[in-house]
Nanobody
Framework: QVQLVESGGGLVQAGGSLRLFCVASGGTLGNYAMGWFRQAPGKEREFVATISWSGSSTAYADSVKGRFTISRDNAKNTMYLQMNSLKPEDTAIYYC?????????????????WGQGTQITVSS
């Protein structure tokens, strides 16, 4: 019943920054741990970052650690991904997802709701 919509994607040069938004409707964002995932052409969908219900705990994939920051504003039913120092290998479709449980090792199947994705293209 929860619907997630990503926005903020686009084309950016290497070294640049983007901020992604994930807005939830049909439910209360604070009831869910949230995650960001990405999928490049021909590759499996991979974990990027996750955040606990209140935002007190976060975890990141090694490939984005120190460059990306996940955050949330439950009052606005919105989750964010601040992406800095972007690299061409960050090019992918980025998805937000919601889970009843929190953990960086959760499988994709443990996420109950997914957004439609937003394209990030980083040029060299």
């Amino acid at each position: 019943q929860v619907q997630l919509v990503e926005s903020g994607g686009g084309l950016v040069q290497a070294g640049g920054s983007l901020r992604l938004f994930c807005v939830a409707s049909g439910g209360t964002l604070g009831n869910y741990a949230m995650g960001w995932f990405r999928q490049a052409p021909g590759k499996e969908r991979e974990f990027v970052a996750t955040i606990s219900w209140s935002g007190s705990s976060t975890a990141y994939a090694d490939s984005v650690k120190g460059r990306f920051t996940i955050s949330r504003d439950n009052a606005k039913n919105t989750m964010y991904l601040q992406m800095n120092s972007l690299k061409p290998e960050d090019t992918a479709i980025y998805y937000c997802a919601a889970s009843r449980r929190y953990g960086p090792t959760l499988s994709l199947a443990e996420y109950d709701y997914w957004g439609q994705g937003t394209q990030i293209t980083v040029s060299s």
